[in-house]
C-alpha cells in the first residue's frame, strides 16, 4: 500500500500504519506500559457505546499481526469506564463489502433500545464503503456476536455521486430530525476540500446522500472521525445526540489527516436546510479550537443517558517514541481516560473534565499547605507514587504587575512555549508542575503557566514541556501549548495532571486547556520518579490548593 494510502487507514493504529506489528506485551519489565489507561494490544478508536448498564469500547486490532487486512474491531466491556474485560473480535472480513478490512464507525442506539453499528468496510476493489451490523442476540449483555446486514454496503461511491472512493470513512453515530429521517455524516475529501457528507434514511438500511454537505471546508484536508452532536447552553449536561431544541447548540469535530489533531467548531444546526453553521469561519490546519493541544485523536464522543446524562469524549493517544521503540516495547497507542464534555458558560469554547469514576483508583491523598512558592523555587511532593498520580494544584497569582508584556505577533501558544520553555525565566512563570521527574533534575516533564500583559487585560498561557523529560532523544520532544481564558485577577488558576508512567494528560483553567503528553523517562521511572511543583520567574505565585494521590492500578483486559 502506498504511503498516502496509509492515512486513509488511520484507525488501523498507530503501528499498523507504519507496517509493523502486533505484539501482545507483557506488563513486566515495561516502564511505559501505563495501568490505569486502556491499552489493548494495538489500538484505536471505534464506537463506544452504553447498553442496559455496560459500557462497550470497539478499537482496530489485527488478530494475525500482519499487516493490515484483517482489521477487526476488537472488544471489550466495562461497567465504571475504568476496568474493563475482553471479548473475542465483534466485526471482522466476512462480506464482500469488508473484506478487505473492518475500520472504524459509530454505534447508534434505535427505537426501543435496539443498537446497530455503521462502520466503514474496505471491498474487493480496496474502495471504502459504509456497511451496518447489528447485535445476534439482544439478550447477551455483552453483546458479543454481531451479524452484517445484507444489503451491505449500505452507502458506496459510485459513476453518479462522484465521491472519492479512497477519502470515505467514519460514518458518524446516527441522530433522528424532525422529520422521521436518520441523518449521519462521513468524512471525505474532493482535492484538498474536506467535508462532511450527509445521507439520510427512513429505516437506517436505505440511505440517500443529501443534496448538499452538512459542512465543508477549503483546504483542510481529508476529514476522518467527523462527529456532530447537541450541547445544552450553560449546563453541563449531556443531551442525546437527536435533540435539537431551543436551548442548544451543536458541535463539530473533524480529526484533520494532514495534522493529525482534532478541532472542532460551535455553531448553529439549521435542520431544514441540513447545514451546520459555524460561529467563527470554516475549518483549517491552524484553527484556533482542539481538543487537545497536545497528542489526542481520532476521538469519539457518545451521550450516556439513565441518570447521568453526560456526553462523554474517548481520544486515541499515539507514542512519540520512534518505530524501533515501539517494536522493541511491542505495543503502540493507549486511550485517553474517558472526559465528560460540555459548552463552557462563555459558549465559546468546551470544557472537558476527566469522568468522576477514575477517582476510584485514588489511592492515597498527600495535600500541601497554602503557601507562597517564590521565584527561582522546587517543592517536592512526596508520598505519592509519582509515576502513577493523580494531582490537583490550584494557584493564586500575587504579583501580577511583573507579567511580561505579550508581542502582539506572539499568536501562536505552542510557538511561544517551545521560545518560552521551563527554563526560560519570565515575570510571572513559568510555574507550575515537574512531573515523572528524576531526584536530582536531570528529567522531569514541566507542565507551566505564564502569565502575559496584553493592553488592559491578562493572558494565560498553558505548556507541557518535554525537552528535558528523557535522556533518550530520539522521541518527539515537541512542546506543546494553549491559551487559556482564565482571568488571574479574579479567577483562580488550577491544573490537573493525570500521570501514568509515558503519558501525561493536563487539564489547565479547570478543563478550558487540554494538553496530552507522551514521554519515556530512563530515570525517572517507577519509584524512581518524583514529582515536583515549580516556579521559576521571578514573581511569587501562591499556591492555595495541592492534592496528589497514588493511583491504583485498573483492569484492563
Ligand atoms: C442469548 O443470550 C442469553 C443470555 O446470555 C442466553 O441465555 C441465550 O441462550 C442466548 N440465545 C441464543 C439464541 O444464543
Ligand atoms: C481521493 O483520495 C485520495 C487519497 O487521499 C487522493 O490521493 C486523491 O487525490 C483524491 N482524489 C480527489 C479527486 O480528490
Ligand atoms: C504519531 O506520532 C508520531 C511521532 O510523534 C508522528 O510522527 C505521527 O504523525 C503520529 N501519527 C498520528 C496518526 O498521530
Ligand atoms: C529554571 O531556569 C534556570 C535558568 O534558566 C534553568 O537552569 C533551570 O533548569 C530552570 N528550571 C526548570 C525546572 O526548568
Do not use: M, V
Given at each position: 500500500m502506498a504511503l498516502s494510502s496509509k492515512c486513509l487507514l488511520l484507525f488501523i493504529s498507530l503501528l499498523l500504519g507504519y507496517g509493523v506489528l502486533q505484539l501482545e506485551a507483557?506488563?513486566?519489565?515495561?516502564?511505559?506500559?501505563?495501568?490505569y489507561h486502556f491499552q489493548p494490544p494495538k489500538n484505536w478508536m471505534n464506537g463506544p457505546m452504553l447498553y442496559k448498564g455496560i459500557y462497550h469500547l470497539f478499537f482496530q486490532y489485527n488478530p494475525k499481526g500482519a499487516?493490515?487486512?484483517?482489521i477487526v474491531w476488537g472488544h471489550s466491556t466495562s461497567t465504571d469506564l475504568v476496568n474493563w474485560t475482553p471479548h473475542e473480535a465483534?466485526?471482522?472480513?466476512?462480506q464482500p463489502s469488508d473484506i478487505n478490512g473492518c475500520w472504524s464507525g459509530s454505534a447508534t442506539i434505535l427505537p426501543k433500545g435496539r443498537p446497530v453499528i455503521l462502520y466503514t468496510g474496505i471491498d474487493p476493489n480496496n474502495h471504502q464503503v459504509q456497511n451496518l451490523a447489528m447485535p445476534k442476540?439482544?439478550?447477551?449483555?455483552?453483546?458479543?456476536e454481531w451479524v452484517k446486514s445484507h444489503?451491505?454496503?449500505l452507502m458506496a461511491p459510485n459513476f453518479y455521486n462522484k465521491i472519492n472512493s479512497s477519502s470515505f470513512r467514519d460514518p458518524t453515530t446516527g441522530w433522528l430530525g424532525r422529520d422521521g429521517y436518520w441523518r449521519v455524516i462521513i468524512g471525505n475529501k474532493i482535492n484538498q476540500k474536506g467535508l462532511a457528507i450527509l445521507y439520510k434514511s427512513k429505516d437506517f438500511v436505505h440511505w440517500e446522500e443529501a443534496k448538499n454537505p452538512l459542512y465543508s471546508s477549503k483546504n483542510s484536508g481529508m476529514w476522518e472521525c467527523p462527529d456532530f452532536y447537541p450541547v445544552l447552553i450553560k449546563s453541563q449536561l449531556g443531551i442525546d445526540t437527536s435533540i435539537d431544541g431551543p436551548n442548544t447548540n451543536h458541535v463539530l469535530k473533524v480529526s484533520l489527516d494532514d495534522t493529525k489533531h482534532d478541532y472542532y467548531k460551535i455553531g448553529s444546526y439549521n435542520q431544514d436546510k441540513d447545514i451546520f453553521i459555524p460561529d467563527n469561519g470554516p475549518f483549517h490546519?491552524?484553527?484556533?479550537?482542539?481538543?487537545?493541544?497536545g497528542k489526542f485523536y481520532a476521538s469519539k464522543t457518545f451521550f450516556e443517558g439513565n441518570s447521568k446524562h453526560r456526553r462523554i469524549l474517548w481520544g486515541w493517544v499515539n507514542e512519540s517514541s520512534s518505530v524501533e521503540n515501539d517494536i522493541k516495547k511491542g505495543w503502540s497507542g493507549v486511550q485517553a481516560i474517558p472526559r465528560s464534555i460540555w459548552l463552557d458558560n462563555s459558549g465559546k469554547q468546551l470544557v472537558q473534565w476527566p469522568i468522576?469514576?477514575?477517582?476510584?483508583?485514588?489511592?492515597k491523598e498527600v495535600n500541601l499547605p497554602k503557601q507562597v512558592l517564590k521565584g527561582g523555587s522546587v517543592l517536592e511532593v512526596s508520598g505519592v507514587t509519582a509515576a502513577q498520580a493523580d494531582v490537583i494544584i490550584t494557584f493564586e497569582i500575587?504579583?501580577?504587575?511583573?507579567a511580561e508584556v505579550l508581542d502582539p505577533?506572539?499568536?501562536d501558544p505552542q510557538l511561544l512555549c517551545s521560545r518560552k520553555g521551563a527554563s526560560v525565566k519570565g515575570g510571572i512563570g513559568p510555574f507550575g508542575l515537574l512531573v515523572l521527574a528524576s531526584k536530582g533534575l536531570q528529567e522531569y516533564t514541566a507542565v507551566f503557566y505564564r502569565i502575559f500583559k496584553s493592553h488592559s487585560k491578562y493572558v494565560v498561557l498553558m505548556c507541557s514541556d518535554?525537552?528535558?523529560?528523557?535522556?533518550?532523544?530520539?522521541?518527539?520532544e515537541t512542546t506543546y501549548g494553549a491559551f487559556v481564558d482564565v482571568d488571574p485577577v479574579h479567577e483562580k488558576l488550577s491544573l490537573r495532571s493525570l500521570i501514568d508512567h509515558s503519558i501525561v494528560e493536563s487539564f489547565g483553567g479547570e478543563g478550558k486547556a487540554c494538553i496530552t503528553a507522551r514521554v519515556y523517562p530512563t530515570l525517572a521511572t517507577d519509584a524512581e520518579a518524583h514529582l515536583y511543583a515549580f516556579n521559576n520567574g521571578t514573581g511569587n505565585v501562591v499556591i492555595t490548593t495541592l492534592s496528589a494521590w497514588s493511583m491504583k492500578k485498573a483492569q484492563i483486559n
Open positions: 507483557t506488563a513486566d519489565n515495561q516502564p511505559y506500559r501505563t495501568s499487516i493490515w487486512g484483517n465483534a466485526i471482522y472480513p466476512s442476540n439482544l439478550s447477551d449483555p455483552f453483546l458479543r444489503d451491505n454496503p490546519k491552524n484553527s484556533r479550537l482542539r481538543y487537545d493541544y468522576k469514576e477514575i477517582e476510584t483508583l485514588r489511592l500575587s504579583e501580577l504587575s511583573k505577533s506572539w499568536t518535554q525537552s528535558r523529560s528523557s535522556f533518550n532523544h530520539e522521541n518527539d
